[in-house]
């Protein structure tokens, strides 16, 4: 907020200059408009700092710890509590500046776990760390909420990834409390997403929120799935159609992370499953429960629901489709056939990671995109590399093969560049 121009508002309206409901108006618009470059550094720095004081206290706390008595410790494990909230409450009174909420929030997150922890020590509470970060963040999220904080968006996230993680790989049961603080946080990265469409912290959490979720896929499915493959090339599928929505349309490509972890992951798990490790060993010796194929279904409709969206808001236009929208379908079908003999899945898998390649090189000379383009040869290089050491291919057919990618690279770059500049003269 422009803290000088609402402080001249009184003035204005005293010299009759404007009316007291647009001084109001004003005021709402500066209140609540996005940041500027300069405020948003000041909150990076501020939460930064808020979070090496914090941290600070908590060691000179641990120095001295064994040497207070219990009455000081349990002072000293609410003294920062209280003082956060009082700031808090503060700003809250106040109305006070962006900054101010952004590092308040961060104080109080980082001394709710802090107290938490404290007294838990203190009076030897049992109990264990995926507990200590369930209860942590469900106290937090009030907090996030009457702040509107981003930082305590960010935060929460993380956390509830850091304890996914804790209470999921490793366990016996699902972590299915991970997923109650996902949706907790959904509210505010709607209010972002409909608020600020192209702020910069809207598109950080286009990015933490499928990675989180990538992280965490792995806890809902047992560890030697045969179909854990294809939930995840699945999920990339998901994310890709969820990048496709008319949403993402005016957004910049680097903002769109649903898109690039779609790309990325379907490219990296198609070139791990074109290996005959994949099909001679892990697809043969393991198995499946029903659970499994549940999230593997979930996953696919509502991919197939997002993509047929698509196909009637584009009018129908079969080539507006991508093939990595529909790529986790064909899997479906090479799966299928690779039950019944495994050689087969082995050979269709390699020739749709090098059809993958070529639409791309093919997408990007038409576009007249490099990234495109080059992402299309890094694929087909990377798969001849992998094929290089799983197959008895003489030396001399695989240094032509990489003399061909090579002048590939150079022939397909050159043809590409000549193309552009004939374009712009």
Same mark, same amino acid.
């Given at each position: 907020m422009?803290?000088?121009?609402v402080k001249?508002l009184?003035k204005l309206v005293?010299? /009759?200059?404007i009316?007291?409901e647009?001084a109001?108006?004003?005021? #709402?618009?500066y209140r609540?408009s996005?940041?500027?470059?300069?405020?948003?550094?000041l909150?990076?720095?501020? $939460?930064l700092?808020? =979070?090496?004081?914090?941290?600070?206290i =908590?060691?000179?706390f641990?120095?001295?710890?064994?040497?207070?008595?219990k009455?000081?410790?349990?002072?000293?494990?609410?003294?920062?509590?209280v003082?956060? /909230?009082?700031?808090?409450g503060?700003t809250?009174?106040?109305?006070k500046?962006?900054v101010w909420k952004?590092?308040?929030g961060?104080f109080l !997150? %980082?001394?709710?776990?802090a107290?938490?922890a404290?007294?838990?020590?203190?009076y030897n509470i049992?109990?264990?760390?995926g507990?200590?970060l369930?209860?942590?963040i469900?106290?937090?999220?009030?907090?996030?909420y =009457?702040?509107n904080?981003?930082s +305590?968006?960010?935060?929460h996230?993380?956390?509830a990834?850091?304890?996914g993680?804790?209470a999921?790989?490793?366990?016996s049961?699902?972590?299915?409390?991970?997923l109650?603080?996902i949706v907790?946080f959904?509210?505010h990265y &709607? /209010?972002l997403?409909?608020?600020?469409l192209?702020? *910069?912290?809207?598109? $950080?959490f286009h990015?933490?929120l499928p990675?989180?979720?990538?992280i965490?896929?792995?806890a809902?499915f047992?560890g030697?799935?045969?179909?854990?493959? +294809?939930?995840y090339?699945?999920?990339?599928?998901? %994310?890709f159609n969820?990048?496709k929505?008319?949403? !993402?349309e005016?957004?910049?490509?680097i903002k *769109?992370? &649903?898109l690039?972890?779609?790309?990325?992951g379907?490219?990296?798990?198609s070139?791990?499953?074109?290996?005959?490790?994949?099909w001679?060993e892990?697809?043969?010796?393991? #198995?499946s429960n029903?659970s499994?194929?549940?999230l +593997?279904?979930s996953?696919q409709i509502t991919?197939l629901? +997002?993509?047929i969206?698509?196909?009637q808001k584009?009018?129908?236009?079969?080539?507006?489709?991508?093939? !990595?929208? $529909?790529? %986790?379908?064909?899997f479906?079908l090479?799966f299928?056939l690779?039950?019944?003999n *495994?050689?087969?899945?082995?050979i269709l898998t390699n020739?749709v990671?090098l059809?993958m390649?070529?639409?791309?090189i093919?997408?990007?000379?038409q576009q007249s995109?490099f990234t495109?383009?080059?992402?299309?040869l890094v694929?087909?290089? $990377?798969l001849?590399?992998?094929r290089?050491?799983?197959?008895?291919?003489?030396f001399v057919?695989r240094?032509l093969?990489?003399?061909?990618?090579?002048?590939?690279?150079? &022939?397909?770059? &050159?043809?590409l560049? /000549?193309k552009?500049k004939?374009?712009?003269?």
């Amino acid at each position: 907020m422009s803290s000088k121009i609402v402080k001249e508002l009184p003035k204005l309206v005293d010299a /009759q200059i404007i009316s007291p409901e647009t001084a109001k108006a004003i005021e #709402h618009y500066y209140r609540n408009s996005p940041d500027t470059k300069s405020n948003s550094l000041l909150t990076i720095f501020g $939460v930064l700092g808020a =979070i090496l004081i914090g941290l600070g206290i =908590i060691l000179i706390f641990a120095h001295n710890w064994d040497d207070f008595p219990k009455t000081a410790k349990v002072t000293l494990a609410f003294l920062p509590l209280v003082i956060c /909230q009082f700031f808090t409450g503060y700003t809250i009174v106040k109305q006070k500046s962006t900054v101010w909420k952004e590092v308040t929030g961060t104080f109080l !997150f %980082f001394a709710i776990g802090a107290t938490i922890a404290l007294i838990s020590q203190i009076y030897n509470i049992p109990g264990n760390l995926g507990n200590f970060l369930l209860t942590w963040i469900l106290l937090s999220v009030p907090v996030l909420y =009457i702040l509107n904080s981003n930082s +305590l968006a960010l935060l929460h996230l993380i956390f509830a990834t850091y304890y996914g993680v804790e209470a999921g790989y490793g366990k016996s049961d699902y972590p299915w409390l991970y997923l109650l603080l996902i949706v907790l946080f959904l509210p505010h990265y &709607y /209010q972002l997403c409909k608020q600020h469409l192209k702020g *910069n912290i809207t598109s $950080v959490f286009h990015w933490l929120l499928p990675f989180s979720i990538t992280i965490m896929l792995g806890a809902f499915f047992s560890g030697t799935s045969r179909l854990g493959f +294809l939930i995840y090339i699945s999920l990339f599928g998901l %994310f890709f159609n969820i990048g496709k929505l008319s949403f !993402f349309e005016e957004q910049r490509f680097i903002k *769109n992370g &649903y898109l690039i972890l779609g790309v990325l992951g379907t490219s990296i798990l198609s070139l791990i499953l074109s290996s005959k490790w994949f099909w001679l060993e892990f697809y043969q010796t393991n #198995h499946s429960n029903t659970s499994d194929l549940v999230l +593997l279904l979930s996953l696919q409709i509502t991919a197939l629901i +997002l993509m047929i969206r698509y196909f009637q808001k584009k009018k129908k236009d079969i080539r507006q489709f991508n093939g !990595f929208q $529909v790529l %986790f379908l064909v899997f479906n079908l090479i799966f299928l056939l690779g039950m019944t003999n *495994n050689l087969i899945g082995m050979i269709l898998t390699n020739i749709v990671v090098l059809l993958m390649g070529a639409l791309l090189i093919k997408n990007g000379s038409q576009q007249s995109d490099f990234t495109i383009l080059n992402y299309g040869l890094v694929i087909i290089a $990377v798969l001849i590399i992998c094929r290089f050491f799983d197959t008895n291919i003489s030396f001399v057919i695989r240094g032509l093969l990489f003399i061909a990618v090579g002048v590939g690279f150079f &022939y397909a770059n &050159y043809i590409l560049l /000549q193309k552009t500049k004939n374009n712009r003269s």
